[in-house]
């Protein structure tokens, strides 16, 4: 069919911002059931029986009729409009992933860089969220969390760029076909150190347990979210999981090769799917077996190890590539 | 981490209530009841009202009538909502008239409900299986045994104590 | 404690000096109840603790003027109600101290089965709900917490079993117990505690070598030997700062004395210290269980016929304090008798209330996180503190 390219683009985002958001409600259902079994229980399974299905659908309908409570005290446009400047660049992430070699809303030339940079814009949301609610638990929170993302973001990027420099591109189909031979998590040394790193960043950027000082259920009740109710908080879960399913993609991307794998080339999708999960549920695994660490540790964590390390680990992998000679492997 | 992965292969133990119910023990205090007794199907409750002094909340409430062999209760109420279930009323009635029953499942919206009169308790009674404790046999259960009654006392437990395996 | 230092103002807001007055208020996640505290913070950095007790209070000591000897058994259950024996253990000891009554000793036995298989679910509870405190109800703690209430649930079905009762049991009365053990429930509880005995090596595993849970419980919270002698706290407090003082072997009650099992000291005093203290104090415990089922003596229950009337027991004049070895500590009962079937007064020392005030001296220095790292060592059961 021939339609004009604008109506071509707007066509292929939309449907891969609905089929995002459904792999992003069903995830949630995942990530409750598997710790469920981990906890010796079952999970969801009474909506929908016996698996539960049937479970995200009902906690979206339900948070959508919800009345919708703005404190009296509120600064209303910072408040209201927070969900909606947290989401959008939770979402905007997956416009630059390839699902294919040619299944992608855009794949761009400086596909990580953008990546990474509009991610890192949620921060934003988030202390719009924390201000805007004029509550002492939800700003103690959100300055938490301001540093916290803040200073995990570097090591993030460094870890991130350790496979770019590998590969020797930004752009996200170049870097899985630099993969063919060798994914980059097995890597010798700096391959698989930089992995280990991306997790351990991704954990703190996604404000997850151990790192989850932000929300602190057992302090903070919720942390910067505290205040809102019914569909706004059904945006801002929506971009919080959606920034994880996101950056799971990406691992998938630059460490585990994307969409390579045995078998013919439309499997592709599906084995990155896979590994996109694998990555979320490895991350799940971790968050539901350690306790938190205090904001303070948290921090020196990240500016006197990680960051360090993941810096060194840069280097390192500049002067393999350069010694190896320019270009891919 | 290596343990909540072994965790994850493990069988939930969660019970599916109220698909599914749980075996409850012999001893179970769940929800009271009034009883008859079973070879003339007369009630038991004689109206001596030594429950209603006994409860410590004090959530019965005892009317008696007086008849010629024997003495009845012309009311009786029971305040579901604040018991305690403590089994104190169990203990101390002497005929075995108020029971514990193997079940807890009378939740209800309406607090009217829980406020069970004479015959709602002996309904109740008839409703769900009841657990092993009456007064006779708590109070067996506990008593020192007199020289005399040494023997006659190994019976009563001996009986007593089959249907708790 | 100088009094200006606790008779501040209750207000909340800013208190100048960038200084902020944060509630932690009574419905909180993780106040362990009822509590209600008033921190003073610096940045992160708590500098006063105002803490209001009183929300759970339920006039135990009026009730137990109002109720018989009888009937107070299975309300004093309510006092410490996770651990719920030895809250009724306490009161029955002081009413058969006064009363010059004595106990059969497989009453006395069976009394200290209970009690420890108590404090075992007592522990996996308090274990439980610390890692809940400080992993997060969406996290690890809830793991922790998930798998503990597992083991928890286990005990409980024994003591169901044996008392028809989950949680309030009402197992005591004045001169032995109320049940006596049904057919198989010793082998019952024997593959309990074995099974709980393995549990507990994972949950040491997972806890002990983990590198965020020493770096949260280390050297946080440290309660110093003097500290912990001048302010009167009891039980694993007193035992993880150094001093060796257990009710079971320093005033030894209910054939105590049969059994040999080792009392935990730590000297660290931090939170860490207290952890290893209740670590120990499970396996001891279990131990403790199993030698009181080898050696059950036969005999009576109890030594007073049962109970038939509201006011069959009467104590003479006199007055007495008994005390056991509680999960959270000392718990003691003062009674003092008119003669009657009723108590003339009746007061409870609580472990928890004696605990609660080390709070104002440990919590300062410390930040906000491990404010509930330090609630949670402490363990406070709020039916304690406020009867």
Same mark, same amino acid.
């Given at each position: ?43 969801? %399974? ?40 947290? *989401? ?98 097995? %890597? ?9 790193? %991306? ?41 919080? %999981? ?38 979320? *549920? ?48 | ?165 | ?387």
């Amino acid at each position: 069919m021939t339609l004009p390219p604008v109506a071509q683009h707007a066509l292929e985002a939309f449907v891969v911002l609905n089929a995002v958001i459904l792999m992003v409600t069903y995830v949630t259902l995942l990530e409750r059931k598997f710790a469920a079994r981990m906890q010796s229980r079952i999970g969801p %399974y009474y909506v929908g029986r016996p698996h539960g299905w049937l479970q995200p659908i009902a906690d979206a309908l339900k948070l959508m009729i919800k009345e919708d409570i703005v404190p009296a005290a509120a600064d209303r446009g910072v408040y209201n409009l927070a969900p909606v400047v947290f *989401l959008v660049p939770c979402m905007l992430i997956f416009a630059t992933i390839p699902f294919a070699p040619a299944l992608g809303v855009a794949d761009l030339g400086i596909g990580v860089l953008f990546f990474l940079a509009v991610s890192s814009l949620e921060i934003v949301g988030l202390f719009m969220g924390g201000w805007g609610s004029n509550n002492k638990y939800a700003l103690l929170s959100a300055m938490r969390a301001v540093n916290q993302i803040i200073s995990y973001d570097l090591p993030f990027v460094f870890a991130a760029l350790v496979p770019v420099v590998l590969a020797g591109s930004l752009q996200m189909s170049v870097i899985v076909a630099a993969q063919q031979g060798l994914w980059f998590a097995f %890597y010798p040394v700096i391959g698989q150190l930089a992995f280990l790193a %991306y997790l351990v960043a991704t954990l703190a950027a996604e404000n997850r347990v151990p790192f989850d000082i932000l929300e602190a259920e057992s302090e903070l009740v919720a942390g910067f979210r505290v205040e809102y109710s019914g569909m706004k908080f059904a945006l801002i879960q929506l971009g919080e %999981y959606a920034h994880m399913l996101g950056t799971s993609f990406l691992g998938a991307l630059l460490f585990l090769g994307g969409w390579l794998g045995p078998g013919p080339a439309w499997l592709g999708p599906l084995w990155f799917l896979g590994k996109a999960l694998l990555v979320f *549920l490895v991350v799940t695994w971790v968050r539901w077996s350690f306790v938190r660490i205090r904001v303070d540790q948290i921090l020196a964590i990240s500016w006197k190890l990680l960051l360090p390390a993941t810096l060194v680990l840069l280097l390192a992998t500049g002067l393999v590539v350069a010694t190896r000679g320019a270009g891919g492997v | 981490m290596a343990i909540t992965l072994r965790n994850l292969f493990r069988r939930p133990v969660t019970v599916r209530y109220p698909d599914v119910q749980r075996a409850y023990p012999d001893r179970f205090r769940g929800i009271l009841a009034l009883t008859y007794d079973p070879e003339t199907g007369e009630e038991n409750c004689i109206g001596c009202r030594l429950c209603e002094y006994i409860c410590p909340p004090q959530v019965i409430k005892v009317e008696m009538l007086k008849a010629e062999k024997r003495n009845y209760a012309k009311t009786f109420t029971l305040e579901l909502y604040s018991c305690e279930f403590c089994e104190l009323c169990v203990q101390v009635c002497p005929t075995d008239a108020i029971i514990m029953l193997k079940s807890f499942d009378l939740a209800t919206a309406d607090r009217r409900d829980l406020l069970l009169d004479k015959d709602r308790l002996h309904a109740l009674g008839l409703q769900f299986e009841p657990s092993w404790a009456t007064g006779n046999r708590l109070r067996d259960m506990q008593a020192p045994p007199k020289p005399a009654r040494a023997e006659a006392k190994v019976e009563a437990k001996g009986e007593t104590k089959e249907p708790a395996e | 404690m100088p009094d200006t230092q606790v008779r501040q103002t209750v207000e909340v807001g800013y208190g100048g000096n960038e200084r902020l007055m944060m509630n932690m208020g009574p419905q909180h996640p993780s106040s362990h109840g009822v509590f209600r505290m008033i921190l003073t913070l610096e940045g992160e950095t708590v500098v006063g603790v105002d803490a209001v007790i009183g929300y759970l209070h339920r006039c135990h000591e009026k009730l137990g003027e109002t109720l018989t000897y009888v009937q107070y058994p299975s309300i004093a259950s309510k006092t410490d109600y996770v651990a719920a024996m030895t809250s009724e253990l306490a009161y029955v000891s002081a009413v058969e101290k006064v009363a010059k009554i004595d106990v059969p000793r497989r009453a006395q036995y069976l009394r200290v089965v209970a009690a420890e298989l108590q404090r075992i679910a007592s522990h996996c509870l308090w274990l439980g709900t610390w890692c809940l405190d400080m992993g997060g109800a969406l996290g690890g703690g809830a793991t922790v917490f998930l798998y503990c209430i597992r083991e928890r649930e286990m005990v409980l079905d024994r003591l169901e079993e044996l008392t028809g009762a989950r949680l309030l049991y009402g197992f005591h009365q004045v001169g032995g117990t109320r049940y006596d053990i049904p057919a198989g429930w010793d082998v019952k509880v024997r593959e309990t505690v074995d099974f709980i005995e393995r549990r507990i090596d994972e949950y040491e595993a997972m806890l002990g070598d983990n590198a965020f849970f020493l770096a949260r419980t280390q050297g946080v919270g440290v309660i110093s030997r003097e500290l912990a002698q001048a302010v009167g706290v009891s039980g694993p407090l007193i035992r993880g700062s150094g001093v060796n003082y257990d009710v079971r072997r320093a005033e030894p009650y209910s054939s105590y004395g049969d059994f040999d099992f080792v009392v935990p000291v730590e000297t660290a005093g931090d939170c860490y210290a207290r952890y290893r203290v209740r670590m120990v104090e499970f396996r001891q415990s279990i131990r403790i269980v199993r030698q009181a089922l080898e050696g059950l003596p036969e005999g009576p229950i109890s030594s007073r016929p049962g109970v038939k009337s509201v006011g069959q027991v009467r104590v003479p004049k006199g007055e007495g304090y008994a005390r056991v070895e509680g999960a959270r500590g000392e718990v003691g009962c003062y009674l003092v008798s008119d003669g009657g079937p009723k108590p003339y007064r009746m007061k409870w020392r609580g472990a928890s209330f004696s605990n609660l005030a080390v709070l104002p001296h440990i919590v300062p220095g410390h930040k906000v996180a491990d404010v509930v790292a330090i609630m949670g060592s402490v363990d406070p059961v709020f039916g304690e503190v406020d009867r």
